[in-house]
């Protein structure tokens, strides 16, 4: 097990509600784990109580079966990367060349490893042509890249993605989920998706979603689509296709061609 | 989001000002400094061998000599308000007095003055040479005062202009022209991580005292790193805030410190919000305050560069000395 939740709650300082409820789930090395919930879930919390940016109010957490406290935090936290939802918030440096570094340096690594594993992992998110850029000439998707490049070069094993997607339009997502599944195959890299997604969950190994704290669904993609009720009722929306066949499935039509299947889409939204 | 703001005034040119290593440079602005200052008040062949460093480097750097003047500009005023201070200050009785301005105040005379700086006030906003326009109102001033035009005159007196009033006010205005152009050309041809990491390198014997000095170096930059995206962020409430009816421009002083407060409020959330978001970026990236690092950007020196450091330092050491008494400057 590479990361092991054992009865974890968590709560903010002078709330009185747990946002986490006596969790426990573990992540195997080299797998794909995906966690879903809708905002004030809790679940970009886990994210944090992992790299150890929080404490558990109770509970433990263990990180390759040693357990995460205030002493080895900052050893444990180099297995650890994580890429953050906001592109602007997470990039420290002022070039590209700079924000890649700066990890490298925190854990002093020699400059001319630093340099070494600079070009490599630019040319591997494919910003090597922008490694003098300022971070206001880039897009959110390559500033995304850049955060992604920053975790590599630090030689992680786990890289935990907290709605790294969130802020970015459709094409720069297609390049992150695009990225995520390169670095499961090529690299073998432990990966943590965090999402209200359902759709970019579907690629993992396993899914858990959570409401209120606590774990609602465990199980394979297949196994947590088919609680359709269970889903809705965390506030996730139903991947399109899904909700589309239910629309339809009380409702015969032939469809002849396109215009048609645009009127019948039409009828049924209002109808519902 | 996507308008380029540069920060800073540095300009771009493959020139060996630009080349020159930065910490060479600022060592070189804080000697001058220190050298301008200490020369005689009437020795300008001191101050012209001074002014000639500044020179070398406006000339090698290969950036337009507009780009100095628009910053000397920005003191103009300054400069001239200083050297009339010195000009008329009253010195010491064995000195020449050269002319003597005979001022007397008449009721007329009054009323003129306040109605061209009134006229002034209200047109030099719309003028394309505003100091040209500035000198000429306040020759016409003291021009005025000296002639009563009309009406009798309820008070005269006499302001004189000695031989050395009129050196210091110069030699003065001089000696901060010299340092004006050697502060411009460094932050023309210097970039400002440059100038960060050039602080932080000169700094590192504070390290000794347990002055944390890489904190510090940190802290300027990431300002540098953020301070063009708070101005986006500022461009964005400030139209946010106009489009539900904020006026910045217009209304009493009270109605628009009140409206600053609307800026001001979501300004400083969105602030706090990100330094929490860039701390929980750092600390995950193993950022500890005060641990040791290692650097990316290296910087070496080179032979041109000691060669400027130590003439420079040698015309320094010599000033002293001379400023000693060791000999006759």
Same mark, same amino acid.
């Given at each position: ?49 992992? +790299? ?12 390759? %079966? ?74 959110? %998707? ?24 969130? +802020? ?12 995520? &599944? ?36 465990? %199980? ?42 645009? &009127? ?9 | 989001? /996507? ?8 300009? $771009?040119? /493959? ?5 020159? *290593?930065p910490r #060479?440079?600022l060592c070189?602005?804080f ?11 009437? /020795? ?23 780009? $100095?003047? @628009? ?36 009721? !007329?005379?009054?009323? !003129?003055?306040?109605?061209?700086? !009134? ?16 000198? #000429? ?35 003065? !205005? ?19 991580? *440059?100038l960060?990491n050039a602080i932080e390198w000169l700094l590192m014997p504070l390290?000794?005292?347990?002055? @944390?000095t890489?904190?510090?170096a ?16 500022? /461009? ?18 009270? *109605?628009? #410190? ?10 400083? #959330? ?9 701390? *929980? ?5 193993? $950022? ?38 060791? $000999?006759?400057?």
């Open positions: 097990m590479f990361i092991e939740f054992k009865d974890v709650s968590f709560k903010y300082y002078g709330n009185e509600q747990n946002i986490l409820n006596q969790l426990s789930f573990s992540v195997e090395k080299g797998s794909m784990l995906a966690i879903l919930g809708h905002n004030g879930s809790g679940k970009s919390t886990i994210a944090k109580l992992i +790299m150890g940016l929080l404490e558990p109010t109770s509970g433990e957490i263990f990180i390759e %079966g040693e357990k995460l406290n205030e002493k080895i935090v900052d050893t444990l936290r180099q297995k650890m990367g994580i890429i953050f939802q906001n592109p602007d918030n997470q990039f420290v440096g002022v070039t590209v060349k700079d924000d890649i570094a700066f990890g490298l340096e925190n854990h002093q690594i020699p400059r001319d490893e630093m340099i070494r594993k600079i070009d490599e992992f630019a040319k591997l998110v494919d910003m090597q042509d922008f490694l003098n850029e300022n971070p206001e000439n880039l897009s959110g %998707g390559q500033k995304q890249r850049v955060a992604i490049a920053g975790a590599l070069a630090m030689d992680t094993d786990l890289i935990i993605f907290d709605e790294s997607t969130s +802020m970015l339009d459709p094409k720069g997502t297609k390049e992150i989920n695009q990225m995520i &599944q390169t670095l499961r195959k090529n690299y073998q890299k432990t990966i943590i998706t965090i999402t209200h997604n359902l759709e970019e969950a579907l690629n993992a190994d396993r899914v858990i979603v959570l409401n209120d704290g606590q774990i609602v669904l465990d %199980g394979t993609p297949k196994e947590v689509l088919k609680e359709e009720a269970i889903l809705e009722a965390s506030g996730l929306k139903l991947i399109d296709g899904i909700s589309l066949i239910n629309m339809i499935q009380n409702y015969t039509i032939r469809i002849k061609n396109k215009e048609e299947i645009i &009127q019948a889409l039409w009828e049924l939204t209002f109808k519902m | 989001m /996507n308008d380029k703001i540069v920060f800073g005034q540095y300009i $771009y040119r /493959n020139s060996a000002i630009h080349k020159l *290593d #060479v440079k070189v602005l000697m001058m400094m220190i050298g301008v200052f200490l020369i005689p008040a009437d /020795n300008f062949i001191l101050l012209g061998i001074a002014f000639l460093i500044p020179l070398t480097a406006v000339i090698l750097s290969k950036i337009s000599l507009f780009k $100095y003047l @628009k910053s000397l500009k920005q003191i103009a005023f300054i400069m001239v308000f200083s050297f009339a201070f010195q000009l008329f200050m009253p010195v010491g009785k064995n000195t020449t007095i050269l002319t003597t301005l005979p001022i007397c105040f008449s009721y !007329v005379n009054i009323i !003129v003055c306040i109605f061209i700086l !009134v006229i002034y006030f209200l047109i030099r906003r719309y003028l394309p040479f505003k100091f040209l326009f500035f000198l #000429v109102c306040l020759i016409g001033i003291i021009y005025l005062l000296r002639y009563p035009i009309l009406g009798k005159a309820f008070y005269t007196t006499k302001l004189d202009i000695s031989e050395a009033g009129l050196i210091h006010g110069s030699f003065l !205005v001089l000696r901060v022209f010299v340092i004006i152009l050697a502060s411009t050309s460094l932050t023309l041809t210097t970039k400002p991580t *440059d960060t390290e000794k005292i347990k002055i @944390k890489s904190i510090f940190m802290m300027i930059s990431i300002a540098l790193r953020f301070i063009p995206t708070l101005f986006n962020e500022t /461009n964005k409430i400030l139209k946010a805030q106009a489009s539900r009816g904020v006026d910045f421009n217009e209304g009493k002083f009270k *109605d628009q #410190v009140k409206q600053i407060v609307s800026l001001l409020v979501p300004m400083f #959330v969105i602030s706090i919000k990100r330094a929490e978001d860039l701390a *929980d970026a750092m600390e995950a990236r193993g $950022y500890i305050p005060g641990a040791k690092r290692t650097k990316l950007v290296q910087m070496k020196f080179c032979i041109g560069d000691f060669i400027v450091f130590f003439v420079i330092l040698a015309l320094l050491v010599g000033l002293i000395l001379g400023r000693c008494g060791l $000999y006759a400057l």
